[in-house]
């Protein structure tokens, strides 16, 4: 079992439509979230970054954690065809010998539509 | 301020040419990544150093050999390269710390034949 899970999608939506994005994890060790978005031939960019159970909100986008269901989430509310892009979890434990390594899930395409 | 900057951005290489991926960052980051990304596959991370003087394993490392040359520069060599490396190659840096964003750069398109 790796230890993150991403549905690699793709995910088309329509225009003004909320989108949902998901990752489940194995390894209790990881205490960081992050979301990050890629757009086609470019570098991912940090998103979102969270540390504890619960929501975090920013704008359109809210991540939400669950470390008991070692479940997170990624909403993106009234999507807009800009949002169309990748989107990966990545995951990493407290400081400290392996845990500086940062894992990513394998990324979900999503299509906005106008 | 460039940020993570990656050399070459893209190359070439016949079954086993050797090459090294160069990456350096100016944000005085301690900790630094080589990711390699295959479609469906998702970022899998091939080395990193938590600190200047430190290299570890990571995911997939095989074939694969780094050095952190100082804090700035942490370069990626493919001693004989093979046509299932073909990859998109990313460098990320971070500071200390696993609560810290990790910045990357552009990619390195590489292609064996």
Redesign the interface.
């Known amino acids: 079992q790796k230890e993150v899970e991403?549905d690699?999608g793709p995910l088309s939506v329509p225009e003004g439509a909320i989108v949902s994005l998901n990752c489940t994890y194995s390894n209790s060790a990881f205490?960081?979230f992050?979301w990050y978005r890629q757009y086609s031939?470019?570098?991912?960019?940090?998103l979102m970054?969270t540390?504890s159970s619960g929501n975090k909100e920013d704008g359109r986008f809210t991540a939400q954690v669950d470390k008991s269901s070692k479940y997170i989430s990624l909403f993106i509310r009234d999507s807009q065809p800009s949002d169309s892009a990748t989107y990966?979890c990545?995951m990493?434990?407290?400081?400290g010998g392996?845990?500086?390594?940062?894992?990513?899930?394998?990324?979900t395409l999503l299509t906005v539509n106008p | 301020n460039a940020g993570v900057t990656q050399t070459p951005k893209f190359q070439v290489l016949k079954t086993g040419q050797s090459m090294t991926l160069q990456c350096a960052q100016d944000m005085n980051h301690n900790s630094m990544y080589w990711y390699r990304q295959d479609p469906g596959m998702g970022l899998r991370l091939i080395y990193y150093s938590a600190s200047e003087g430190t290299t570890d394993k990571g995911e997939v490392p095989n074939g694969y050999n780094v050095s952190r040359l100082n804090k700035r520069e942490f370069s990626l060599r493919l001693e004989s390269a093979a046509p299932s490396q073909t990859s998109v190659y990313f460098c990320a840096s971070r500071r200390t710390g696993s609560n810290t964003e990790a910045f990357f750069g552009q990619g390195t398109r590489l292609t064996v034949v």
Not at chain 1, 41 to 46: H, Q
Not at chain 1, 92 to 95: F, V
């Open positions: 991403q690699p205490q960081y992050m031939r470019k570098g991912p960019e940090l970054y540390y990966l990545a990493s434990g407290q400081s392996s845990n500086y390594k940062l894992t990513f899930g394998k990324g």
